[in-house]
Each structure stands twice: as C-alpha cells, then as structure tokens.
T-cell receptor, first 113, second 115 residues
C-alpha cells in the first residue's frame, strides 16, 4: 500500500547549521508530495509541495526535490534559525477528488541559539 | 485567507461521556477531514466528507462518528469517550480536486483529555 517514512527525531541543531530531514515513500502511480510544518501550539500548514518527478518545491529557504528513482523527497535548508523549531511532516497525495493525504510520523526539529 | 476553526483548544471529559468536536471552514471547500495526532504515529485519518451528508471512513474510525449537515461544518462525535481517545484532534479542509492537486488547510487542533 501507500506509505511515507521519515527520519526519527528529535533533530537538534545550532543556529545557521544545515538541515536535512529524510523522507521516502511507497506508492502506486505518481503521487504528489508535500512537507507540512507544525509550530508549537498550532495546526499544520503547508511548507512546500511537488506534483511530479524532478519538481523542486521551495519556500522560506526550505527546498525538497521529488526523486522518483529513489522514491524520496528530502527536506533541506542551508541555514536554520531558532524560529524554524517545529515538527515537520512529509505527506503524499495519491490522487482522487477527495485530496486524501498519507502522513509520515513527523520529525521534531529543535534549533538552539 | 482560508480559515479553519475548531470549537475548543482544550477539552477535558470523563469516560463514557458523549463528546462533540466542531470544525468550521470559511472557504466553501467540498472536502473536510478529521485526524488524530499522537506522538510517534503522526496523523491518522478518522473520517472524511466530500459533500454535505456524505462521509467515508478513514483508517481508524472505530469509536467515532461524524456529521456534516452544512457544507462549512464538520463534526466529530465520540459516542462514549474512553481514555484511549485522549489525543490531539485536527480538522482540515480542501477544495474538490478534479485534475489539480490542492493542499489541505488545518485548524489549530483540539487537545482532548479523557479521564
């Protein structure tokens, strides 16, 4: 079946460090891929998305490239800030009118000054 | 901006009580979803609705029911709350997809504690 696997957290980094959060997926067909972010005490909000192979999604300095050959969608940022501390969820949309998503388990990022 | 609101941020109930969680969206979206979020398990879909009075079970519907009498409102009902339903509940909405892919918009969540 369809599934998303992302790296376990927590990930603890110092400010200005490079961030990678790994995400791989299993899906039939050609899903769309998303990264959502959840700041403390809030709901989820879309960070970026990619709808086809080799697409790169980007927002707020974060990037992720849809790699069909490795079934991956790793999240990267060149220089993290304390304000990036949050839980990050990788998700896939396996199509259909209802827009259902399958989420990974989430990765907690803690950035220290 | 799309706004999804949930009736309570925090709720404490007793075992066996009937619990209603309300969700309202203001963007005329066709699709609405209820998830629960637990540490180490991510988000799991409880129920979703693709139109008024239409609903489908998600991955973990046991112990829950839903109601969608109006397009903007989607209610999650715990008929007889149990301690294993203590969790964070998140509501989301999205437009009908057609050929396009749309994001889901989330509410702030309701943290439910069942004693």
């Amino acid at each position: 079946g369809n599934s998303v696997t992302q790296m376990e957290g927590p990930v603890t980094l110092s400010e200005e460090a490079f961030l990678t959060i790994n995400c791989t997926y299993t899906a039939t067909g050609y899903p769309s891929l998303f990264w959502y972010v959840q700041y403390p005490g809030e709901g989820l909000q879309l960070l970026l998305k990619a709808t086809k192979a080799d697409d790169k999604g980007s927002n707020k300095g974060f990037e992720a490239t849809y790699r069909k050959e490795t079934t991956s969608f790793h999240l990267e940022k060149g220089s993290v800030q304390v304000s990036d501390s949050a839980v990050y969820f990788c998700a896939l949309n396996y199509g259909g009118a209802t827009n259902k998503l399958i989420f990974g388990t989430g990765t907690l990022l803690a950035v220290q000054p | 901006d799309v706004k999804v609101t949930q009736s309570s941020r925090y709720l404490v109930k007793r075992t066996g009580e009937k619990v209603f969680l309300e969700c309202v969206q203001d963007m005329d979206h066709e699709n609405m979803f209820w998830y629960r979020q637990d540490p180490g398990l991510g988000l799991r879909l409880i129920y979703f609705s693709y139109d008024v009075k239409m609903k489908e079970k998600g991955d973990i519907p046991e112990g829950y029911s839903v109601s969608r009498e109006k397009k903007e409102r989607f209610s999650l009902i715990l008929e007889s709350a149990s301690t294993n339903q203590t969790s964070m509940y998140l509501c989301a909405s999205s437009p009908f997809s057609g050929r396009a892919v749309h994001e889901q918009f989330f509410g702030p969540g309701t943290r439910l504690t069942v004693l």
